[in-house]
Nanobody, 117 residues
Framework: QVQLVESGGGLVQAGGSRRLSCVAS????????MGWFRQAPGKEREYVGS????????DYADSVKGRFSISRDNAKNTVYLQMNSLKPEDTAVYFC??????????WGQGTQVTVSS
């Protein structure tokens, strides 16, 4: 069974940093674009960013551009989200997802990040 498991969430002060990890099991993700998304309380899930299969090209939402970065280690079947200069509005559950042919088809269960002011 394909499974994505996020970790690294927690409580952090505004201005601080946090690195999230997403480990794939049951299948390799090395041929897939991987994305990060987040969902804040009472809000819809939103796109954070993505990285191509080889780790060369990345894309970010305007709200996180310049503060967040995505990387991957295909040998470890792992994708990372480095979050710097965190703001209270970054508080959300963060999800990683695998990009299939036409959509993100496998999702993790999410990890909570709470940024205190």
């Amino acid at each position: 069974q394909v499974q994505l498991v996020e970790s690294g969430g927690g409580l952090v002060q505004a201005g601080g940093s946090r690195r999230l990890s997403c480990v794939a099991s049951g299948v390799t993700i090395r041929s897939n674009t991987m994305g990060w998304f987040r969902q804040a309380p009472g809000k819809e899930r939103e796109y954070v960013g993505s990285i191509d299969w080889i780790g060369v090209n990345t894309d970010y939402a305007d709200s996180v551009k310049g503060r967040f970065s995505i990387s991957r280690d295909n040998a470890k079947n792992t994708v990372y989200l480095q979050m710097n200069s965190l703001k209270p509005e970054d508080t959300a559950v963060y999800f990683c997802a695998r990009r299939g042919v036409n959509e993100y088809d496998v999702w993790g269960q999410g990890t909570q990040v709470t940024v205190s002011s």
